[in-house]
């Protein structure tokens, strides 16, 4: 059975950090590309970062530039997203988002929310 399981959202004041991660299982997590997408309410879900598979690559849209860094550990089956310098407009839903780099296969984590508010 696949998933993938975010944690660690949560509230943070303006200008704090969080630190996301998304536990795969169930898929060969080595031969996937990773990314982070959110939504924000009322709107549409947007990319944020990606890793790829071997963690060499990593892209950002820009508003995570300078701010966000995401990782990986091949080893665990992980994925991760530090956020520094957290805005409001920041506040979303984050989702974990699984790609193989040999197929169109691709899973989603069920989404953790993240708000940043004083």
């Known amino acids: 059975q696949v998933q993938l399981v975010e944690s660690g959202g949560g509230l943070v004041q303006p200008g704090g950090s969080l630190r996301l991660s998304c536990a795969a299982s169930?898929?060969?997590?080595?031969?996937?590309?990773m990314n982070w997408y959110r939504q924000a309410p009322g709107k549409g879900r947007e990319w944020v970062a990606y890793?790829?598979?071997?963690?060499?690559?990593?892209r950002y849209d820009d508003s995570a530039k300078g701010r966000f860094t995401i990782s990986r550990d091949n080893a665990k089956d992980t994925v991760s997203l530090q956020m520094n310098s957290l805005k409001p407009e920041d506040t979303a839903v984050y989702y974990c988002?699984?790609?193989?780099?040999?197929?169109?296969?691709?899973?989603w984590g069920q989404g953790i929310q993240v708000t940043v508010s004083s």
């Open positions: 890793i790829s598979s071997a963690g060499a690559t990593t």
């Open positions: 169930g898929f060969t997590f080595s031969r996937f590309a």
């Open positions: 988002h699984a790609k193989d780099r040999l197929t169109p296969v691709e899973y």
